[in-house]
């Protein structure tokens, strides 16, 4: 049993904090929101069984503390939702998006910005043994969940303003952005959107532990040095933890983001059953961004390399629903992705098509004989025509950095910024 397991007010991987209009049949109580003395229950700790037990205890408090362990909701009676997470609308629709790539990427650029700031701070802080403003992070993600609503384009094509030297701090803020964008795509309500991005965006704050020697090591890990980085599950609990105001669910992502379905990840070695909906969710996405993602000890692949790598870990890793429903919210080509033309020029994709998946809307960036050209907005859908009267078509995804272009570097230089703004 965890060592903070009975310690009150506080949410392990044991102790899970439910409203209480979550309850099910099932459920073990073993803590209140006030004081046993307070309450009309003769015992401090019981299994709800009848719908009576569950509405008297929904009379008294607003929210509970059930163990997970002790709990065993019947068959009957469990649905998609788990204990300790909201309701995941499968098959709901996504919000329609309700500005262009052209009208979000200001605002979208502004808060990335000042997101990825925040996240060094808190990094820094958390190296030097202070903890972090939770309410700031808050207010951060909830910027971050507001753009993406509105159209998530924007976000992700800054998930590819990638550095080598900065991966840790970006890792975070890419997990947070994929996070709300797959929740948004499952139809989850604003609120748990919020609490879904601030789970992304904490969950590797325990690295910050783990010595940089470590972390930046280029070649193989020590069993003892593999053991240092596995800790940052358990730093990363303890961290979010003694932080005031933090949303309880976040503090089993950091926990559990490395458990596997199949028992075989860490640090606890939970099963499928155990797993809550967001640590499975940032499971998927922080493998996706790590496999894309240019590391110290490997490059970055392709999206569509990701998706193979991906489908591959469905069942044993990852949750095969959630993967697929990733994959699909992403489509062939994300914003983000460099790709080659039909006629040799190479473009990058800003804002994909859900209709017609294959004509994304792109910017011209190399001419058919690899040389910067002038920059110029082309929505494949409206079938606009090359300089030899033929319709653009994309023929292969490229990785970044592909005939030397990369994509941090343009925006940096600001030749994007200027793009949305002179079409």
Request: glycine content about 6%.
């Amino acid at each position: 049993m965890d060592k903070y397991s009975d310690s009150p007010g506080i949410t392990t991987p044991y102790k899970v904090k439910v409203d209480v209009g979550d309850l099910k049949i099932g459920m073990y109580v073993c803590e209140l929101d006030r004081p046993w003395l307070d309450s009309p229950f003769l015992f401090q700790g019981f299994m709800l069984a009848t719908q009576a037990e569950i509405e008297a205890v929904q009379k008294v408090c607003e929210y509970v503390y059930i163990d997970a362990y002790r709990t065993k909701i019947p068959e009957t009676t469990r649905t998609r939702r788990m204990p300790g997470s909201s309701s995941i609308s499968w098959h709901a629709n996504p919000p329609e998006k309700s500005r262009s790539i052209e009208e979000e990427i200001e605002h979208a650029e502004h808060t990335h910005g000042q997101a990825t700031r925040l996240v060094k701070t808190f990094m820094d802080e958390i190296r030097y043994g202070r903890g972090v403003d939770i309410q700031l992070a808050r207010e951060t993600v909830s910027e971050c969940v507001d753009s993406i609503y509105r159209n998530p384009d924007a976000m992700l094509l800054l998930t590819q303003l990638k550095n080598r030297d900065e991966y840790t701090s970006q890792h975070s803020m890419n997990v947070c952005i994929f996070s709300i964008v797959l929740g948004r795509y499952l139809g989850m309500p604003v609120r748990d959107l919020r609490n879904l991005g601030l789970s992304g965006l904490m969950h590797d704050m325990g690295k910050m532990k783990v010595p940089l020697e470590v972390l930046n090591k280029p070649g193989r890990l020590t069993d003892e040095e593999m053991n240092l980085v596995k800790a940052h599950t358990t730093h990363g609990r303890d961290i979010l933890m003694s932080a005031r105001g933090i949303y309880p669910g976040a503090i089993d992502v950091a926990y559990e983001h490395h458990e596997n379905l199949d028992g075989s990840g860490y640090p606890s070695g939970l099963t499928a059953a155990r797993l809550m909906p967001f640590t499975r969710i940032v499971a998927v996405v922080d493998t996706y961004d790590a496999v894309t993602s240019d590391r110290v000890y490997q490059s970055g692949r392709t999206h569509m390399d990701a998706i193979t790598i991906l489908n591959a870990e469905c069942g044993r890793r990852l949750d095969t629903e959630l993967t697929g429903k990733f994959i699909e919210c992403l489509g062939i080509y994300p914003a983000g992705s460099l790709v080659e033309m039909s006629n040799e020029e190479v473009a990058l994709v800003i804002e994909a098509n859900p209709r017609q998946k294959l004509k994304p809307k792109v910017i011209m960036l190399l001419d058919p004989d690899k040389n910067p050209q002038p920059h110029r907005i082309v929505d494949l859908a409206k079938l606009d025509l090359d300089h030899c009267g033929q319709p653009y078509r994309i023929k292969t995804m490229l990785k970044n950095g592909t005939y030397n272009v990369d994509i941090r570097q343009y925006h940096e230089r600001g030749l994007l910024h200027n793009t949305f703004h002179r079409n």
